[in-house]
C-alpha cells in the first residue's frame, strides 16, 4: 500500500511569501540595484513567465491599462533600468504586504497560491536649491494572483503567475 507523500506546506508557503515583503522592504530601503537583481534572480524560478493586466489610476481618474507577459530575463532587465530611473534618495516609503487566499498543494515540490499583493510607494526626489516644494508621487497597488511556487533545489521560487490589479498614482505638493 502506497503511503501518501505529504504536499508542500501552507505555512513554509506563508513563510517565504513573507520573507518576500521582509526583504523586499529591506532592499527597497538599502537601495542597492545589483541585490534587487540578485534577489530577483534568486527568487525566481528559471523559465518563469509572468502575465499582468493592470488598470491605471491618476488622482482618481481611470487613465489606462496595461497587459503585459514577461519572462524572467525580462523582468531582471527592467529591473535594472528601475535602479538607473530611481536613486536611493526618491524612495520616502515603501511597502509590500501579501494576503494568502488559498493553496492547493501540487507534492512536496510545488504549489499553486492564490494570493493579494498590496505595494506602496512614495517617490520623492531631493529638493533642488531654492525650491521650497517638495514634491510627492505615491503609487499604490493591488493585485489578485495566481503563482505556481517551485521546491528547486531545497529552496522556494516563484514560477509561472497571472496577475489582475489596479495601481493608483498620485501626485501631491
Known amino acids: 500500500m502506497d503511503t501518501p507523500t505529504p504536499g508542500l506546506a501552507r505555512e513554509d508557503i506563508r513563510k517565504y511569501l513573507h520573507r518576500i515583503c521582509e526583504e523586499a522592504k529591506d532592499l527597497m530601503q538599502a537601495?542597492?540595484?545589483?541585490?534587487?537583481?540578485?534577489?530577483?534572480?534568486?527568487?525566481?524560478?528559471?523559465?518563469?513567465?509572468?502575465?499582468?493586466?493592470?488598470?491605471?489610476?491618476?488622482?482618481?481618474?481611470?487613465?489606462?491599462?496595461?497587459?503585459?507577459?514577461?519572462?524572467?530575463?525580462?523582468?531582471?532587465?527592467?529591473?535594472?533600468?528601475?535602479?538607473?530611473?530611481a536613486s536611493k534618495n526618491s524612495i520616502a516609503d515603501y511597502s509590500l504586504d501579501v494576503k494568502i487566499k488559498?493553496?492547493?498543494?501540487?507534492?512536496?515540490?510545488?504549489?499553486?497560491?492564490?494570493?493579494?499583493?498590496h505595494e506602496h510607494i512614495v517617490f520623492q526626489p531631493p529638493s533642488e536649491a531654492g525650491q521650497d516644494k517638495k514634491i510627492r508621487v505615491i503609487v499604490d497597488m493591488e493585485a489578485d494572483c495566481c503563482h505556481l511556487l517551485l521546491r528547486e533545489d531545497g529552496r522556494l521560487s516563484i514560477g509561472l503567475t497571472l496577475c489582475s490589479g489596479e495601481a493608483r498614482v498620485l501626485n501631491s505638493d
Open 31 to 85: 537601495y542597492d540595484p545589483q541585490l534587487v537583481l540578485d534577489w530577483t534572480d534568486a527568487n525566481l524560478a528559471d523559465g518563469a513567465a509572468f502575465q499582468a493586466d493592470i488598470r491605471i489610476q491618476k488622482d482618481g481618474a481611470h487613465t489606462g491599462s496595461v497587459a503585459m507577459t514577461l519572462e524572467k530575463n525580462d523582468i531582471l532587465q527592467l529591473g535594472g533600468l528601475f535602479g538607473t530611473l
Open 102 to 117: 488559498d493553496v492547493v498543494s501540487h507534492g512536496t515540490d510545488a504549489a499553486t497560491v492564490k494570493a493579494t499583493w
